[in-house]
C-alpha cells in the first residue's frame, strides 16, 4: 500500500491547490459591488442597443407589411377592397390601390372585358376535338344515335335536333360577383357555371319549339329560340346574383339528326318550292288586281262577295244598295262604306278604261243617232216639198257612193253595142286592195299593243297602286 492511503478513523490528506484568487488591487477599502459595475453598465448598454434595433426591425416590417398592401390594377380590370372578408370599397379605377394585406384584407381584380364561351359540343354528334366544325355531310353518320356519346335535344314535337351556339357575356356587377362567383385559377369554375346556365336555358327553349320552326326561323323573328334562351339564361344567373349580363347569345349550327339529314333536306327543297310558287301566284295576284280595278280591286271584292250573299237569301234592297255603291265606284266617285271613306279616282286599270270607253260610245252614238234625226227630218220636208226631186237626187248619190267603193270596177261601153267581158282584176286594184288589208293589220296591231301598254301601267309586284300614284 502507499503511503498516501488513507487508513479508516484518519482524517483524508488534501491536495495543495493550484490557484489562489485575490485582489488586484492594492487598495485594500475597494468592495466586490464596485468592482461588478462596469460589468453590469456594459451589459444593460448592449440590452438597451439590441431592443432598440428590435424596435427598428419591428417598424420595418410593419412598414413592409403596410406596403405590400399595394397593387396595381390594370387597364380592363376594376379592384374590389375586402377587410376581414367584407367588401369595403367596389369598382376601384384602374391604377395603384392599396387594401389591408392578407390574412387582414385583400385586393381582388376583376376582368371586366367580354367574355366568349362555345358550347359546341354538349348538343354535337360525337366526334373528335377539333372537328366540330365539320360539314354535315363530312360527320360520322351512322344508322343510329347513341344517347351516351351523341349529343342532341328535343324539340316541342318530340323531335332530335343538333346545334352549336356562342354566349358572349361580361362582369357588370363586381359586388355580386366577388361575394358569389369569385372564380378560382383560370375562372374555370365561372365558365362552368355560364356554360350549364346556357345549356339549361337552351333546353327549355328548344323545347317550346317544333323541329320545322327551329330550322326556318331567324334571330331577328319574335319567339325565336335565341332571344328566349338568352332571356331564361339572364334570368337564372340573375336569381343566383352573379353579377354577370349576357351580351349575346348565338346559334352558329343547327341541323336535324344527321342519320335523317337527307330527308329534312328534300322537306326543306319542297317547301322551298311552295313558297316560291306561292310568290309568284302573290305577284300574278296583285298583277291581274291592278291591271283589272287597281286599288278599289279590294272594296270592289268585298261588295261582290256581299252582293252574293245578298242574292242568296233574296235580299232586293241590299242588292241594290251593293249595286249602287259599286256603281260609284266603278265610276270613280267619293263613297263611304261601313264608316270608310274611299276617295275618288279610286278605280284604274281595265275597268276605268272599259267604263271610259263605254262612256265615249255612248257618247258617240247618241250624237249619230241625233244627227240621223236631223238628217231625216230635212229629207222628210224635202220629201213632202218635191218627192221625185228628192227620191232621185238620193238614188244618184247612193250610186255614187256605190261606185266609189274600192271593190267596184266600171266599163263604158256605147249604147246598144254587143260586148264580150272577160273578167280579169285590175292588178291596180288588186294591190291596193292588199295595202289596205296590210294598213288595216298595222292599226289593229298598234291598237293591241296600246291596249297592252295601258294594261302594264296597273302592273306592279308589290301591291295593288292607287289611281294617284300611276
Do not use: C
Not at 45 to 51: C, G, K, P, S, W
Request: a negative charge; glycine letters at 6%.
Amino acid at each position: 500500500m502507499s503511503d498516501d492511503t488513507p487508513t479508516p478513523g484518519s482524517t483524508p490528506h488534501q491536495r495543495p491547490s493550484s490557484v489562489t484568487l485575490r485582489e488586484r488591487s492594492g487598495a485594500p477599502d475597494t468592495d466586490f459591488a464596485s468592482r461588478m459595475d462596469p460589468a453590469n453598465q456594459s451589459l444593460a448598454d448592449a440590452l438597451r442597443i439590441t431592443y432598440r434595433l428590435v424596435q427598428l426591425g419591428m417598424v420595418a416590417l410593419l412598414g413592409l407589411f403596410l406596403l405590400s398592401g399595394f397593387k396595381t390594377v390594370s387597364e380592363g380590370e376594376r379592384g374590389v377592397r375586402l377587410l376581414f372578408g367584407r367588401q369595403q370599397a367596389a369598382d376601384l379605377a384602374p391604377g395603384a390601390q392599396w387594401a389591408w394585406p392578407s390574412p387582414i384584407g385583400e385586393l381582388v381584380k376583376v376582368q371586366t372585358g367580354a367574355v366568349t364561351e362555345q358550347v359546341n359540343r354538349a348538343f354535337f354528334p360525337n366526334v373528335q376535338v377539333g372537328d366540330e366544325n365539320r360539314p354535315i355531310d363530312r360527320l360520322n353518320q351512322t344508322d343510329r344515335l347513341d344517347p351516351a356519346s351523341d349529343g342532341s335535344i328535343v324539340t316541342a314535337d318530340l323531335n332530335l335536333a343538333h346545334m352549336q351556339w356562342s354566349v358572349t357575356y361580361q362582369r357588370s356587377d363586381l359586388s355580386k360577383y366577388v361575394e358569389n362567383v369569385r372564380p378560382g385559377e383560370g375562372g374555370s369554375e365561372e365558365l362552368r357555371l355560364v356554360r350549364l346556365v346556357v345549356e339549361r336555358a337552351i333546353v327549355r327553349a328548344t323545347a317550346q319549339t317544333s323541329i320545322d320552326d327551329l330550322l326556318k326561323q331567324t334571330r331577328t323573328d319574335l319567339g325565336s329560340v335565341e332571344s328566349v334562351a338568352m332571356r331564361l339564361a339572364q334570368e337564372m344567373l340573375d336569381d343566383f346574383e352573379t353579377g354577370l349580363r349576357i351580351d349575346q347569345l348565338t346559334m352558329s349550327r343547327k341541323f336535324p339528326p344527321v342519320t335523317l339529314a337527307d330527308e329534312f333536306a328534300k322537306v326543306a327543297n319542297q317547301t322551298q318550292k311552295a313558297g316560291q310558287a306561292r310568290e309568284v301566284a302573290d305577284r300574278q295576284r296583285s298583277e291581274v288586281l291592278n291591271a283589272v280595278a287597281g286599288a278599289a280591286s279590294g272594296v270592289l271584292i268585298e261588295q261582290i262577295d256581299q252582293f252574293e250573299e245578298a242574292t242568296e237569301i233574296g235580299d232586293a234592297d241590299a242588292q241594290a244598295e251593293i249595286l249602287a255603291r259599286m256603281d260609284a265606284l266603278f265610276e270613280r266617285r267619293a263613297i263611304e262604306i261601313d264608316g270608310t271613306l274611299y276617295e275618288a279616282g279610286l278605280a284604274t286599270g281595265e275597268v276605268a278604261e272599259m267604263l271610259d270607253q263605254a262612256a265615249s260610245r255612248r257618247a258617240a252614238i247618241v250624237n249619230r243617232a241625233q244627227a240621223d234625226l236631223a238628217v231625216f227630218e230635212a229629207k222628210l220636208a224635202q220629201f213632202h216639198a218635191n218627192p221625185s226631186l228628192m227620191m232621185s237626187r238620193d238614188w244618184a248619190m247612193a250610186y255614187a257612193e256605190f261606185l266609189a267603193k274600192p271593190f267596184v270596177q266600171t266599163w263604158l261601153l256605147p249604147p246598144g253595142s254587143p260586148a264580150e267581158i272577160l273578167l280579169n282584176e285590175d292588178p291596180d286594184f288588186i294591190a291596193q286592195r292588199e295595202k289596205d288589208a296590210k294598213q288595216r293589220e298595222a292599226l289593229d296591231a298598234a291598237e293591241r299593243r296600246m291596249q297592252d301598254m295601258r294594261r302594264e301601267r296597273f302592273r306592279t309586284d308589290v301591291g295593288i297602286q292607287r289611281g294617284e300614284e300611276l
